[in-house]
């Protein structure tokens, strides 16, 4: 199967991963355009702070996620591995390199070896029919039934 070329992922209905009843029903989710594929881009008003912001456990993950990275940023945003004091790996999303700079002077437990993203696209581009808002119920239940259906894929 091919990459999503809007939200580069081959797995159309893989997003949410973790409870996504709960997701697809409280969250705003970027609704791919081409593939139909949600990805939540829900902002935490206390926090500030989007999906995407928060770190993954494996680069793949963090890949599902960047689409709305870049439509947030409106640019090509950077996937970043990070490891904390225990050598423990983690993979963040970043705007670019400074953002990641100011990132690791607030965390200073945390490092950046390369300081250069393990994965990033080399353009960004606006697409027609995407879609950003909440589900109805109705979308919510036809989405949950497909996921089902094509275990995650
Ligand atoms: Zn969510
Ligand atoms: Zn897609």
Redesign the pocket.
């Known amino acids: 199967m091919a990459e999503?070329k809007?939200?580069y992922?081959a797995h159309?209905r893989i997003t949410p991963l973790l409870e996504p009843r709960n997701c697809l029903e409280n969250h705003t989710q970027y609704i791919?355009g081409?593939?139909g594929?949600c990805i939540c881009i829900d902002r935490d008003e206390k926090r500030g702070v989007q999906r995407w912001n928060f770190p993954f456990k494996t680069l793949e993950t963090a890949k599902l996620y960047l689409r709305t990275a870049d439509a947030s940023m409106k640019k090509p945003c950077g996937i970043y591995e990070i490891t904390d004091k225990n050598g423990r790996r983690s993979y963040k999303i970043f705007s670019d390199c400074e953002a990641l700079t100011a990132y690791l002077a607030k965390n200073r437990d945390k490092r950046c070896e390369t300081k250069a993203p393990l994965y990033q696209r080399e353009t960004y581009e606006e697409m027609p029919d995407t879609q950003i808002r909440r589900l109805t119920q109705q979308e919510v239940e036809q989405y949950l039934l497909e996921q089902q259906k094509n275990n995650g894929y």
Do not use: H, K, V
Request: aromatic share 0%; net charge neutral; hydrophobic share 0%.
């Open positions: 999503c809007e939200c992922s159309s791919c081409t593939c594929r």
